[in-house]
């Protein structure tokens, strides 16, 4: 009795989630309609938010780059994806058929990709390892040749970001996402010293001490043809596209980038890995004396030193 009890909770949780899942894709799905009704009032990129399936609103600026850069069915590598239940891809992948690329070191990514009925409805690949600036390109050639070209490079790793995207190969690429450390600040090209074994909740208790500034991105992908676009409200995750196509996007950039690292979240972890709520200026002077390196000089410095 007591097992078929059981069985009976699974199936009826199963099908809970179905629907719970259904609901909200209906419910992105009008809210993305309602946004690209709005469009071309858009002031910043921002403004085009919808979170579905991402972390900050990812959802509704990707479909906005998307329609303005007539990107009707996106090819994406998303490195960083998760377990593929909160990402920049998911929705894209169900709402606009994307094809796509998920890479990340969990080892639940890919139990989660096979189950999920987007493996036969569209081109679904899901890669478990380790990236660094030493395999990145392997994944993008993998890409580029299972998906027919890159629309969409997205790249969350809280760590080694900047040297991974430094030796990337964009060369068939439209559109770069990538998440940015705000509280580096809006001043100085930097980023945490190269390591390929960067594990931010090893690095400092903290957990806020990773990635590289908004900066050093606008720096990096510059150099690689590509213009900074804007960024989500929340600020910390950039967008940039080919430097040809910057005229199509509608929106403008705010005055300064200090707009862009106004950081309000407040996610460091005290010793026992716990929330501490820090707010502020006191999070920085908690990674303070960490190195960071200035990308522009190859020069060391401190946290601390960016705002002294």
């Given at each position: 009795?007591?097992?078929?009890?059981?069985?009976?909770?699974?199936?009826?949780?199963?099908?809970?989630?179905?629907?719970?899942?259904?609901?909200?894709?209906?419910?992105?799905?009008?809210?993305?309609?309602?946004?690209r009704?709005?469009?071309?009032?858009?002031?910043?990129?921002?403004?085009?938010?919808?979170?579905v399936?991402?972390?900050?609103?990812?959802?509704?600026?990707?479909?906005?780059?998307?329609?303005?850069?007539?990107?009707?069915?996106?090819?994406?590598?998303?490195?960083?994806?998760?377990?593929?239940?909160?990402?920049?891809?998911?929705?894209l992948?169900?709402?606009?058929?994307?094809?796509?690329?998920?890479?990340?070191?969990?080892?639940?990514?890919?139990?989660?990709?096979?189950?999920?009925?987007?493996?036969?409805?569209?081109?679904?690949?899901?890669?478990?390892?380790?990236?660094?600036?030493?395999?990145?390109?392997?994944?993008?050639?993998?890409?580029?040749?299972?998906l027919?070209?890159?629309?969409?490079?997205?790249?969350?790793?809280?760590?080694?970001?900047?040297?991974i995207?430094?030796?990337?190969?964009?060369s068939?690429?439209?559109?770069?996402?990538?998440?940015?450390?705000?509280?580096?600040?809006?001043?100085y090209?930097?980023?945490?010293?190269?390591?390929?074994?960067?594990?931010?909740?090893?690095?400092?208790?903290?957990?806020?001490?990773?990635?590289?500034?908004?900066?050093?991105?606008?720096?990096?992908?510059?150099?690689?043809?590509?213009?900074?676009?804007?960024?989500?409200?929340?600020?910390?995750n950039?967008?940039?596209?080919?430097?040809?196509?910057?005229?199509?996007?509608?929106?403008?950039?705010?005055?300064?980038?200090?707009?862009?690292?106004?950081?309000r979240?407040?996610?460091?972890r005290?010793?026992?890995?716990?929330?501490?709520?820090?707010?502020?200026?006191?999070?920085?002077?908690?990674?303070?004396?960490?190195?960071?390196?200035?990308?522009?000089?190859g020069?060391?410095?401190?946290?601390?030193?960016?705002?002294?």
């Amino acid at each position: 009795m007591m097992r078929l009890a059981r069985n009976i909770l699974k199936i009826l949780r199963k099908n809970l989630q179905s629907d719970i899942h259904n609901l909200k894709f209906l419910l992105g799905q009008n809210a993305i309609l309602s946004s690209r009704s709005m469009a071309n009032q858009f002031k910043y990129l921002w403004e085009a938010e919808v979170k579905v399936f991402s972390q900050w609103g990812e959802d509704g600026i990707l479909d906005y780059i998307s329609n303005r850069l007539d990107i009707v069915k996106p090819r994406i590598l998303e490195i960083g994806a998760g377990n593929f239940t909160e990402c920049n891809s998911r929705f894209l992948a169900e709402n606009r058929n994307a094809s796509v690329v998920l890479v990340d070191g969990r080892k639940d990514l890919i139990l989660n990709v096979n189950s999920n009925s987007l493996k036969w409805k569209t081109h679904l690949y899901a890669i478990e390892t380790w990236v660094t600036p030493l395999n990145v390109n392997e994944l993008i050639e993998f890409a580029d040749n299972n998906l027919g070209g890159i629309d969409i490079f997205s790249l969350d790793l809280d760590g080694n970001d900047y040297w991974i995207l430094e030796v990337a190969d964009l060369s068939s690429v439209r559109v770069v996402v990538v998440e940015y450390n705000p509280l580096f600040g809006s001043t100085y090209a930097v980023s945490v010293p190269r390591d390929d074994n960067f594990d931010r909740k090893n690095k400092h208790q903290s957990c806020i001490y990773y990635g590289a500034s908004l900066k050093a991105f606008i720096y990096l992908l510059d150099k690689k043809g590509f213009s900074f676009i804007g960024t989500n409200r929340v600020g910390n995750n950039a967008f940039f596209i080919q430097t040809g196509n910057f005229d199509k996007i509608a929106t403008v950039l705010p005055n300064n980038l200090s707009e862009h690292t106004d950081w309000r979240i407040r996610e460091s972890r005290d010793s026992h890995g716990n929330l501490s709520f820090v707010s502020g200026a006191d999070r920085v002077l908690q990674i303070s004396e960490m190195p960071v390196i200035e990308v522009e000089t190859g020069r060391e410095v401190t946290v601390g030193s960016l705002f002294s």
